[in-house]
């Protein structure tokens, strides 16, 4: 089973940056990351496809999250500046382990970002 290790997560004051990374044990196709704040749904913030194209961003991180990858080291970032207090959540690492598979089938334990206004 595949699993994933989430990092990089803390504390940063509004307008600082944060940088995650979910590292895999081993290969997997598209990845993503979620957020989950206190008392609300897990949502997607990005995605992005195993070549590193399909990538794709919730409307409230746009212009300020970038998503990219590395296939050599089974290793997805998350580098998230301009951070606002909204953005405070749990952020989860998840992967789909075969091309074909509609669901992210493997998750992360997550990690606390928290941003002070």
């Known amino acids: 089973q595949v699993q994933l290790v989430e990092s990089g997560g803390g504390l940063v004051q509004a307008g600082g940056s944060l940088r995650l990374s979910c590292a895999a044990s081993?290969?997997?196709?598209?990845m993503g990351w979620f957020r989950q704040a206190p008392g609300k749904e897990r949502d997607s913030v990005a995605r992005?496809?195993?070549?590193?194209?399909?990538?794709s961003y919730e409307d409230s991180v746009k212009g300020r999250f970038t998503i990219s990858r590395d296939n050599a080291k089974n290793t997805v970032y998350l580098q998230m500046n301009s951070l606002k207090p909204e953005d405070t959540a749990v952020y989860y690492c998840?992967?789909?382990?075969?091309?074909?598979?509609?669901?992210?089938?493997?998750w992360g334990q997550g990690t606390q970002v928290t941003v002070s206004s």
């Open positions: 998840a992967a789909r382990s075969t091309k074909t598979i509609g669901v992210y089938d493997i």
């Open positions: 081993a290969r997997t196709f598209t």
């Open positions: 992005i496809s195993w070549t590193g194209g399909g990538i």
